[in-house]
């Protein structure tokens, strides 16, 4: 049996009801990604030790990195947390590659909100979604799947 390429997936993708609201951000066509790949989930923000539903976060600052909730409640230790998690499971089972949620403080791989709760998206990308493609795991969000396919 041949083996199939191992990629780590934001659980919401995957149907999960994870997000801060409580939902998801199922993706179309499911099937086809169960087909080709051995699929690891991983919440990063879960993971990290935030609770479902939560307050959404934002990053508010890089250099200090410094995330904060709607409320201004400072939680970057649970992103950090959440992050270093994703990493540990991708060493431990030799991941390669990623399909992150966009646009999310964690997972986000070109675009995050700015951080003033506003929904103004900029150019930046998430914690988990940073720590992991500083070493060397290739990301793509939902809006990648077919150059993802194309990838392996
Ligand atoms: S942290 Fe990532 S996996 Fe978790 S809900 Fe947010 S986007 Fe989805």
Known sequence: ??????LLVSSCLLGMNVKYDGGNNLIDNLDKLNEIFEIFPVC???????????????????????????????????????????????????????????????CGNIKIYDGTFSSTLIDGIGI?????????????NENQIEKLYEYI
């Open 44 to 106: 990063p923000e879960v993971d990290g030790g935030m609770i479902v539903p939560r307050i959404p976060s934002e990053i508010i600052s890089h250099n200090p990195l410094k995330i904060e909730n709607e409320y201004g409640i400072e939680t970057t230790d649970f992103f950090k947390s959440g992050a270093i998690n994703s990493l540990d499971i991708c060493k431990k089972y030799d991941i390669k590659i990623a399909l992150l949620k966009s646009k999310s403080p964690s």
């Open 1 to 6: 049996m041949i083996n199939k390429p191992k």
């Open 128 to 140: 988990a979604a940073n720590t992991l493609q500083y070493n060397g795991i290739k990301i793509f």
